[in-house]
C-alpha cells in the first residue's frame, strides 16, 4: 500500500529561525514529489516538485531535497516568516504522466511566532 | 488574474438535501479534479476529469456526482446517500488532459445542520 508519512505533526519556531519538515514514503513506482502550503482555510499552493533524477529544488527560502535510495524528502525553510505559518503537504505521485495515483501526507502544521 | 474560483465559501446541508458545490477555471485547463480534506488526514480523490463530457470515480465517489459540460466548469453535488459529508471540499485543475493538480481553489466548507 502507497503511504506518505510526515514529520513532525505540528511545530513551533520563533521568527528568523530556520526549520525542516520531513516526508518519508513507501509509493513505488515513483514519479515525483511535489510540496505544497496550505494556509488556514485556503487551497494548497505549490512549491517545489522533484523528480527522480532531482536531488535539491529551491524557491525562495524554501529548500526540497529528495533521497530517491532511502524514499525520504524534506523541506527546509530559511530564515522564517510570520507568513510561513500553514501546513506544509508532502504529495508523491506514482507511475508515469497522465497517473492519477497521488498519495498525500497528512501535513505538518507550522507556527511562526514573533 | 487566472485561476480557481469555488462557491460558497461555507454551506449548510439538512438531512436528506442534495448540495451543490461550484468550480470555475479560467485557466484553460483540460483536467479538473475534486479532493475531499478532513482533519488530521491526507486529501482524498472524489472525482477527476480529463476532458468536457467525460468524468471518472476517484478513491470515494459513493454518495457523490459530477458534471463537466463545459470546460471551465466542475460542479460536484454532495447528494443524501453521503452520510458523512462534513469536510473541506478542494477542486483543482491541471494543463493536459492527464497529470497531477497544479492549481487548487481556495475550499468549500461544508457543514450538517
Known amino acids: 500500500k502507497n503511504q506518505v508519512e510526515q514529520s513532525p505533526q505540528s511545530l513551533i519556531i520563533l521568527e528568523g529561525k530556520n526549520c525542516t519538515l520531513q516526508?518519508?514514503?513507501?509509493?513505488?513506482?515513483?514519479?515525483?514529489l511535489r510540496w505544497y502550503k496550505q494556509d488556514t482555510g485556503r487551497g494548497p499552493v505549490s512549491l517545489t516538485i522533484?523528480?527522480?533524477?532531482?536531488n535539491t529544488k529551491s524557491n525562495g527560502r524554501y529548500t526540497a531535497t529528495l533521497d530517491a535510495d532511502t524514499k525520504q524528502s524534506s523541506l527546509h525553510i530559511t530564515a522564517s516568516q510570520l507568513s510561513d505559518s500553514a501546513s506544509y503537504i508532502c504529495?508523491?505521485?506514482?507511475?508515469?504522466?497522465?497517473?492519477?495515483?497521488?498519495?498525500f501526507g497528512k501535513g505538518t502544521k507550522l507556527s511562526v511566532i514573533p | 488574474d487566472g485561476g480557481i474560483t469555488q462557491s460558497p465559501k461555507y454551506l449548510f446541508r439538512k438531512e436528506g438535501q442534495n448540495v451543490t458545490l461550484s468550480c470555475e477555471q479560467n485557466?484553460?485547463?483540460?483536467?479538473m479534479y475534486w479532493y475531499r480534506q478532513d482533519p488530521g488526514q491526507g486529501l482524498r480523490l472524489i472525482y477527476y476529469?480529463?476532458?468536457?463530457?467525460?468524468?471518472q470515480k476517484g478513491d470515494i465517489a459513493e454518495g457523490y456526482s459530477v458534471s463537466r459540460e463545459k470546460k471551465e466548469s466542475f460542479p460536484l453535488t454532495v447528494t443524501s446517500a453521503q452520510k458523512n459529508p462534513t469536510a473541506f471540499y478542494l477542486c483543482?485543475?491541471?494543463?493536459?488532459?492527464?497529470?497531477?493538480?497544479?492549481?487548487f481553489g481556495d475550499g468549500t466548507r461544508l457543514s450538517i445542520l
Open positions: 504529495v508523491v505521485s506514482a507511475g508515469g504522466a497522465g497517473s492519477y495515483q497521488l498519495t
Open positions: 483543482a485543475s491541471s494543463s493536459g488532459q492527464g497529470g497531477q493538480p497544479q492549481h
Open positions: 516526508c518519508n514514503y513507501t509509493v513505488s513506482p515513483f514519479s515525483n
Open positions: 485557466l484553460n485547463h483540460d483536467a
Open positions: 476529469s480529463q476532458i468536457v463530457n467525460d468524468f
Open positions: 522533484m523528480t527522480f533524477s532531482e
